[in-house]
């Protein structure tokens, strides 16, 4: 069994502040972790995953994101906010890759970053 | 790229109809979704397939059915639309990660 926490379901920042978005799973198997953004009317696409290895994962747009297994989570990061960051993002969590689309997905938070 | 390609972005049906939507991928992935998403619940898987004429249940299949007679199309249909189907339904496939679909609004009145 598997769960995803999103802590926050809005977050607002200032443009050029740090963006903290953060997550929390539970996963009976070790976990492969995925963060998405959503985009208005629009689908969800990728923006980094985990699977093994290194724990600091890089995406796109300047997005990044450390799973922490002693504390189950797996925040996403960007140093400095932009204003087309404004967006919903999903952190999803599965049980292996082969299983991604059977992830289970956080109820979202809506990022807003103001001028 | 992977193109995912949902065949309507908005739809607005009457109660009682019955409703497809269709998906079609151009990869060759055997792994196809439907989710629906609605706010504060996220994503809520409704029917997955791992091969054609394969299915099955995912969290919220009530009300629901699909068809996959081609790989690279996968269908969800709403048997007798009803108002609490309004929602965005996205469609996924899947290789490493999943790639979704730009999603269909529908509106049952």
């Known amino acids: 069994a598997q769960s995803v926490t999103q802590l926050g379901s809005h977050v607002s920042v200032s443009e050029g502040a740090l963006v903290l978005l953060r997550c929390n799973y539970s996963?009976?198997?070790?976990?492969?972790l995925f963060w998405y953004v959503q985009y208005p009317n629009q689908g969800l696409q990728l923006l980094l995953k985990y699977t093994t290895g290194a724990t600091l994962v890089k995406g796109i747009n300047g997005f990044e994101a450390e799973f922490k297994k002693s504390e189950t989570s797996f925040h996403l990061t960007k140093p400095s906010a932009h204003m087309s960051d404004a967006a919903e993002y999903f952190c999803?969590?599965?049980?292996?890759?082969?299983?991604?689309?059977?992830?289970?997905f956080g109820d979202g938070t809506t990022l807003t970053v103001k001028p | 790229d992977v193109k995912v390609t949902q065949s309507s972005r908005y739809l607005v049906k009457r109660t009682g109809e019955k409703v497809f939507l269709e998906c079609v991928q151009d990869?060759?992935?055997?792994?196809m979704f439907w989710y629906r998403q609605d706010p504060g619940l996220g994503l809520r898987l409704i029917y997955f397939s791992y091969d054609v004429k394969m299915k099955e249940k995912g969290d919220i299949p009530e009300g629901y059915s699909v068809s996959r007679e081609k790989k690279e199309r996968f269908s969800l249909i709403l048997e007798s639309a009803s108002t609490n189907q309004t929602s965005m339904y996205l469609c996924?496939?899947?290789?490493?990660?999943?790639?979704f679909g730009q999603g269909t609004r529908l509106t049952v009145v």
């Open positions: 999803a969590v599965s049980a292996g890759v082969t299983n991604a689309g059977k992830s289970t």
């Open positions: 996963s009976s198997v070790p976990p492969y």
């Open positions: 996924a496939t899947l290789y490493t990660e999943a790639f």
């Open positions: 990869m060759d992935h055997e792994n």
